[in-house]
């Protein structure tokens, strides 16, 4: 069974740039998260998805973060425009309604 | 305003000997906990859980205890090996809230060989 894929692993961009991450779930499982690791400290919830609901978005930072889940599979997280505060390692889980998470490897935004 | 502590950036510990790392919450909605261990450039993985109805649960080398009266739990690592040098993190969620997790900061484990 394949994991849960990020891409890409790494960006790089600046201040002011548009970066879209992708997220691509264990097929079948219909929760989806959003999580940010910022500066090595702890790593903070962003949103939940159930399919192509958003069930929980209240971790969204501001405006900026535009999450989506179109069809209920694979999921972007759009940040427009990019400042030096958002970089941080950004991860995906999925989860199986009972059963418990399974990570991705994380992307790592750099916005210099 | 943190709701998960870990409060030892860092542990070092000697192979074959006990790993201990602490946890401490805030919020007494929590009633499920988790330890994940992280390796570089990979993401979190699950490792042990315990339920709030209880006060210890073990699974091989690892050890989790919870003293909800503290509001602290613990993760203990029986022998520690070099291969468990990683990210230990602790979270916890309110079984009400569709299993959003609280995360602490974690906790680089080094185990010396």
């Known amino acids: 069974e394949a994991g849960v894929t990020q891409f890409p692993s790494h960006s790089v961009i600046e201040k002011g740039q548009t970066v879209t991450l992708r997220c691509d779930p264990i097929?079948?499982?219909?929760?989806l998260y959003w999580y940010r690791r910022v500066m090595g400290k702890e790593i903070k919830f962003l949103l939940h998805?159930?399919?192509?609901?958003?069930?929980?978005e209240s971790g969204m930072p501001n405006n900026r973060f535009l999450a989506e889940r179109t069809g209920g599979t694979y999921s972007t997280l759009k940040v427009q425009p990019a400042e030096l505060e958002d970089s941080g390692v950004y991860f995906c889980?999925?989860?199986?309604?009972?059963?418990?998470?399974?990570f991705g490897s994380g992307t790592r935004l750099t916005v210099v | 305003d943190q709701q998960v502590k870990q409060n030892s950036p860092s542990l070092s510990v000697q192979e074959g000997r006990i790993s201990i790392l602490n946890c401490d919450y805030t919020n007494s909605m929590f009633d499920y906990f988790l330890w994940y261990k992280k390796y570089p450039a990979e993401g979190p993985t699950f490792l042990i859980s315990i339920s709030s109805i209880k006060d210890k649960n073990e699974d091989g080398r690892f050890t989790v205890f919870l003293n909800k009266s503290a509001k602290h739990l613990s993760l203990h690592i029986v022998p520690s090996q070099p291969g468990d040098s990683a990210v230990y993190f602790c979270?916890?969620?309110?079984?009400?809230?569709?299993?959003?997790?609280?995360f602490g900061s974690g906790t680089q484990l080094t185990v010396l060989p």
């Open positions: 889980a999925s989860r199986q309604s009972g059963y418990g998470y399974t």
């Open positions: 097929s079948g499982h219909d929760n």
């Open positions: 979270a916890a969620s309110n079984s009400g809230s569709a299993r959003q997790l609280t």
């Open positions: 998805f159930v399919k192509e609901s958003k069930q929980d």
